[in-house]
């Protein structure tokens, strides 16, 4: 069959005709069809459907190390070469400032303040006479430079590019080489290269794995930010986090002023730091006493309530968990918990009805960490059951009290690691009484004129506690 007219180019030559392709993304995985089960990596209803034209000449860049083995002793590197962000609160995040030639992902919700955070960043480092670049596909240089004015930025070394194609990218910051350079979204560049539209899986793999490069070859740290789906995860590939250096997330709730940056995976520092900001009308401020920030409207002598040490990446904060239980309207339950595991919930409701005696099964129970923030730590267990049987029986914790541990399901109390930064915190917070599992580790306890009350059993706790 002959083609058509209209499919003919001016020189009478046939054009490939356009295919559609499922990848997976999670793991990158084509199929020519959709699947409920990436058969790669296993992962559930992962597939999206991109459109692929095959055009002739079409070729990826080469990539190339002109290197030789060489061995690890001759090779030179020092902490010291790290280059600081001048935002005390982000070099903590990041182990101690940006790695020279690494790759940093930042993730976050819509407006959350990624940009106005890394645009701070660079302002900071500029104002040091260190020459560093913007690049944004989102919004116009004005914009910018409207943004720039609110936040106080005006240095002459902050450079703003407005590109979204990626080899003009490239090119740019090989002429430029900056000290440090932004993308602003790595999900807005696109390369000539391919045919599918930005922000697609084979678009975002391959923009990332060219910038990538280039900050190993060149020595060029590159921040990439990048967009959340509705579940929260960073849009695009899965093997975008694991190509990385380092992935920042950056939470937040519009109800609050504070901002925290979490990270989530570094190659050169610890992970699960965290850097706590507040969000004023000049930019993010940063919070140098997270504990004071969290406990500044805690209410005195209110019966569910309780303060525990919690511990963030190596830095302790003390957070206020709040319980609600009252007796049920309904034949079920309900179990409402905001800032902790809902099913850990569950399981600790279950361990007090069976060793403490304090049944639970016709209340209702509303749980809740104060100020929005999130604990996924075992050491929460002991205060969840501090503040529910507090607001079950209806009876304030005694004040200047401080609670942590694990709690098992036979209701014996877990020790948990950092006992002794814990107490610490607790102590300069001004705290004068702490109950902590009896089993803890080998590590020494600080010396402090707080009560220390060690416990080994949930039936203990009602005992110390009020």
């Not at 190339?64 to 590197?77: F, K, L, M, N």
């Not at 990538?212 to 959340?228: D, E, M, R, T, Y």
Request: proline residues 5%; aromatic residues 6%.
């Amino acid at each position: 069959m002959y083609p058509k007219k209209d499919q003919l180019p001016e020189g009478g030559a046939l054009v490939k005709k356009s295919k559609t392709l499922f990848f997976c993304q999670n793991c990158g995985h084509q199929s020519p069809k959709w699947l409920g089960k990436c058969p790669s990596c296993g992962e559930w209803n992962s597939f999206v459907e991109e459109e692929v034209r095959e055009t002739e000449g079409a070729r990826p860049a080469e990539l190339r190390y002109d290197g030789v083995p060489q061995s690890i002793a001759a090779i030179e590197a020092d902490e010291g070469d790290r280059i600081s962000t001048g935002i005390a609160e982000m070099d903590r995040v990041l182990g101690g400032g940006i790695v020279g030639g690494s790759a940093i992902l930042v993730g976050g919700d819509p407006g959350i303040g990624k940009s106005t955070l890394l645009l701070q960043v660079l302002e900071k480092m500029a104002e040091r006479g260190l020459k560093v670049l913007y690049v944004s596909g989102e919004e116009s240089a004005r914009q910018i430079r409207l943004r720039g004015k609110r936040l106080g930025a005006s240095a002459k070394d902050l450079l703003i590019l407005i590109e979204v194609e990626l080899e003009a990218i490239l090119s740019r910051i090989q002429e430029i080489r900056p000290a440090v350079a932004v993308i602003d979204s790595i999900q807005t560049v696109y390369s000539s290269v391919l045919s599918s539209a930005p922000g697609s899986v084979g678009q975002v793999r391959e923009a990332s794995g060219r910038l990538i490069f280039l900050a190993k070859k060149a020595g060029i740290p590159i921040f990439l930010i990048g967009h959340v789906t509705k579940d929260g995860s960073i849009a695009g590939p899965k093997v975008l986090e694991h190509m990385v250096d380092t992935v920042l997330y950056f939470e937040g709730d519009s109800g609050h002023a504070y901002r925290i940056i979490r990270g989530i995976k570094n190659r050169f520092g610890p992970t699960h730091e965290i850097g706590v900001f507040e969000m004023r009308d000049t930019g993010l401020a940063e919070v140098s006493n997270p504990s004071a920030f969290f406990l500044a409207e805690r209410p005195e002598g209110a019966a569910g309530s309780v303060v525990v040490p919690s511990m963030e990446g190596t830095r302790p904060i003390l957070i206020e968990v709040q319980s609600l239980v009252s007796p049920t309207s309904f034949g079920m339950p309900r179990r409402t918990a905001i800032g902790v595991d809902h099913n850990r919930v569950s399981l600790l409701v279950a361990v007090m009805d069976k060793i403490c005696g304090i049944h639970l099964s016709g209340s209702d129970i509303f749980l809740n960490v104060a100020g929005g923030v999130k604990v996924d730590e075992p050491a929460i267990d002991l205060g969840i059951v501090a503040a529910m049987a507090s607001s079950f029986l209806d009876r304030p914790i005694a004040a200047g009290t401080a609670v942590f541990g694990e709690v098992g399901l036979t209701g014996e109390i877990r020790g948990i690691s950092q006992t002794g930064v814990r107490i610490k915190e607790a102590a300069r917070m001004g705290f004068t009484r702490c109950i902590f599992p009896r089993t803890h580790s080998h590590e020494a306890l600080p010396e402090t004129r707080m009560e220390l009350i060690r416990i080994g059993s949930l039936r203990e706790l009602t005992e110390h506690l009020f």
